[in-house]
């Protein structure tokens, strides 16, 4: 079992970015990936990207293509998830993941 801590959430203006961390407390290649899921009020909790720890291939959700880049740090046991052009839809609190660990989630809010 694997506890995962996230930080980097905050609020940010629509066309703004935040990085979002999401550190292990062990090492992630236990993992055979890792993934980055969001919640908005209301809805679903949905896949946002995943990443393969041992490889890097990452995949994304379409609506978030293009402006959203995950990816890993072996050294440092940390996956990243950099959101750019962020816009109002894509507040919610946003949850680490790996295997069958969840973090407690970082509030992200992007004001229009």
């Known amino acids: 079992q694997v506890q995962l801590a996230e930080s980097g959430g905050g609020l940010v203006q629509a066309g703004g970015s935040l990085r979002l961390s999401c550190t292990a407390s062990?090492?992630?290649?236990?993992?055979?990936?890792m993934g980055w899921f969001r919640q908005a009020p209301g809805k679903q909790r949905e896949l946002v990207a995943g990443?393969?720890?041992?490889?890097?291939?990452?995949n994304y959700a379409v609506s978030v293509k293009g402006r959203f880049t995950i990816s890993r740090d072996l050294a440092k046991n940390t996956v990243y998830l950099q959101m750019n052009s962020l816009k109002p839809e894509d507040t919610a609190v946003y949850y680490c993941?790996?295997?069958?660990?969840w973090g407690q989630g970082t509030q992200v809010t992007v004001s229009s």
């Open positions: 062990g090492s992630i290649l236990s993992l055979n990936s």
């Open positions: 990443i393969t720890t041992r490889t890097g291939i990452a």
């Open positions: 993941t790996g295997g069958r660990d």
